[in-house]
Nanobody, 124 residues
Framework: QLQLVESGGGLVQPGGSLRLSCAASGFTVDDYSVAWFRQVPGKEREGLSCIRSTGGGPKYADSVKDRFAISIDHVKNAVYLQMNSLKVEETGIYYC?????????????????WGQGTQVTVSS
């Protein structure tokens, strides 16, 4: 059974950093595209970044480019999202998702498998 479990969320001050983890089981992240999304209250789910072991480098949304970094740990079968210079308006639930798609995408509709999410709160 394919499963994704996010962790690493919490409370951080504006300008601070967090590292989110997405632990995968039931499949190998090397074979899938894995992406991070954010759900802010009152807004649509936003794609942040995607990574795929084969076929080009990671993708980032313009809103997080140069501040967030996605990476894969092939041994731990996990994907991480390092988030720096966080802003108050980035408070929300952060999800990872995976699917067998030919090229990396940050479009939520392209992913069938989702984790339960982890809460990130940016506040002073």
């Amino acid at each position: 059974q394919l499963q994704l479990v996010e962790s690493g969320g919490g409370l951080v001050q504006p300008g601070g950093s967090l590292r989110l983890s997405c632990a995968a089981s039931g499949f190998t992240v090397d074979d899938y595209s894995v992406a991070w999304f954010r759900q802010v209250p009152g807004k649509e789910r936003e794609g942040l970044s995607c990574i795929r072991s084969t076929g080009g480098g990671p993708k980032y949304a313009d809103s997080v480019k140069d501040r967030f970094a996605i990476s894969i740990d092939h041994v731990k079968n996990a994907v991480y999202l390092q988030m720096n210079s966080l802003k108050v308006e980035e408070t929300g639930i952060y999800y990872c998702a995976a699917d067998l798609i030919g090229s990396c995408s940050v479009a939520p509709g392209r992913f069938r498998y989702w984790g339960q999410g982890t809460q990130v709160t940016v506040s002073s």
